[in-house]
Nanobody, 125 residues
């Protein structure tokens, strides 16, 4: 089972990038899928997640700028990032929600498994 994140790169402040997370080895179409990020010297933090029905939750820091979607037929989850800021610079990871995911843990990395290798996003000012 693998998650492959892609689409990262360099963007200017105010620009956009679209990340993709492709699953292989099994289907996760009935699972919650999450996006996290980790900036240099900082802990990994929750960006947002999407349920199997398409319900989404976002961190306050990205709400209104980032959008998560999924294509279950392709076993792929997307993170559309608009109005990028230098503070969005980080390695972005996708992961699958596990049995510990709940209303109180949805934004905790312990509630997710099968972390992909991450993709670097760098936003210049």
């Amino acid at each position: 089972v693998q998650l492959q994140a892609s689409g990262g790169g360099l963007a200017q402040a105010g620009g956009s990038l679209r990340l993709a997370c492709a699953a292989s080895g099994r289907s996760f179409d009935t699972y919650v899928m999450g996006w996290f990020r980790q900036a240099p010297g900082k802990q990994r933090e929750f960006v947002g997640n999407i349920g199997f029905s398409g319900t989404t939750y976002y961190a306050d820091s990205v709400k209104g700028r980032f959008t998560i979607s999924r294509d279950n037929a392709k076993d792929t989850v997307y993170l559309q990032m608009n109005s990028l800021r230098p503070e969005d610079t980080a390695v972005y990871y996708c992961a699958v929600g596990n049995r510990y995911l709940s209303g109180s843990s949805y934004n905790k990395d312990r509630a997710y498994d099968f972390w992909g290798q991450g993709t670097q996003v760098t936003v210049s000012s």
